[in-house]
């Protein structure tokens, strides 16, 4: 597999920090869902999409779940969701999410996306919404990812898109600033690239507008497929 994470078409990488991220996080996630008052505009959109995507599938794994914005619509889509993220206190907030709601079908385990402790093929679809650009090695993750998937299965992969505009580029070094990890500031023809590169073929793409838009992507490894627009 050739070298995803670095610069493509106008991506621009971020040294990644010792931990990966996982102190912000630990730290952010009471908030986390306060800041979507600002950065949330795609979401009901691109958990929409996503849930679709997946519809009807037994298990369904979520890398990076957070607190759980999509995978509340993840469980009333599939028969069983396991909810993954590596900070403790997101899975916290999560926990108390999905207790609060009513919801059975979702297994939370603490797990970080580049080592992921699942028997391979043993997944009917994965999703990774908004965790590729916190990644300081795609290729790492993407090669997990494909581990736990079955032949054939769907891989959704929604992403904020910090090098898409000026606005999101702008926004993107004020977050910086106060420690958010981003390690790739994607623009959305980058994001596809990389992840076709990653052994992707892409089945459905579309840019979901916001202060830092998301590229909403979802396909198949390995498989040969067509392009499906989104109106």
Same mark, same amino acid.
């Given at each position: ?17 010792? *931990? ?8 952010? %996630?009471?908030?986390?869902?306060? =800041?979507? $008052? &600002? /950065? ?15 519809? #009807?599938?037994?298990? &369904? ?6 607190? #759980? ?21 997101? $899975? ?24 992921? @402790?699942?028997?391979?093929? =043993?997944? *009917?679809?994965? &999703? ?7 990644? @300081? ?7 997990? &990812? ?21 606005? %999101? ?6 977050? %910086? ?10 623009? /959305? *023809? ?30 198949? /490894? ?5 392009? =499906? @627009?989104?109106?």
């Amino acid at each position: 597999m050739s070298r995803t994470n670095g610069p493509r078409r106008g991506d621009q990488p971020v040294k990644a920090s010792q *931990d990966n991220g996982r102190t912000y996080w630990n730290r952010y %996630a009471k908030n986390y869902d306060r =800041s979507m $008052l &600002v /950065f949330g505009r795609p979401l009901a959109e691109m958990a929409e999409l996503a849930a679709n995507a997946v519809k #009807g599938a037994r298990r &369904v794994l979520e890398v990076g779940a957070g607190t #759980g914005l999509v995978t509340m619509a993840l469980a009333a889509a599939v028969q069983h969701v396991v909810a993954t993220d590596y900070a403790e206190r997101m $899975l916290t907030v999560l926990q108390r999410r999905i207790r609060d709601a009513g919801v059975v079908n979702v297994t939370l385990q603490r797990a970080d996306l580049s080592a992921l @402790p699942f028997e391979a093929h =043993s997944f *009917d679809a994965v &999703v990774c919404a908004n965790v590729l650009h916190l990644l @300081p090695d795609l290729e790492l993750a993407l090669a997990a &990812v494909r581990k736990v998937l079955k032949p054939g299965a769907s891989f959704v992969a929604p992403t904020y898109c910090h090098g898409d505009t000026r606005l %999101a580029r702008a926004v993107s070094r004020v977050l %910086a600033v106060t420690g958010f990890p981003v390690q790739q500031r994607f623009t /959305f *023809d980058g994001l596809r690239h990389s992840l076709e590169a990653g052994g992707l073929q892409v089945t459905r793409c579309v840019l979901l507008p916001g202060v830092i838009p998301i590229g909403y992507i979802e396909g198949v /490894f390995g498989a040969v497929s067509q392009l =499906s @627009p989104v109106a």
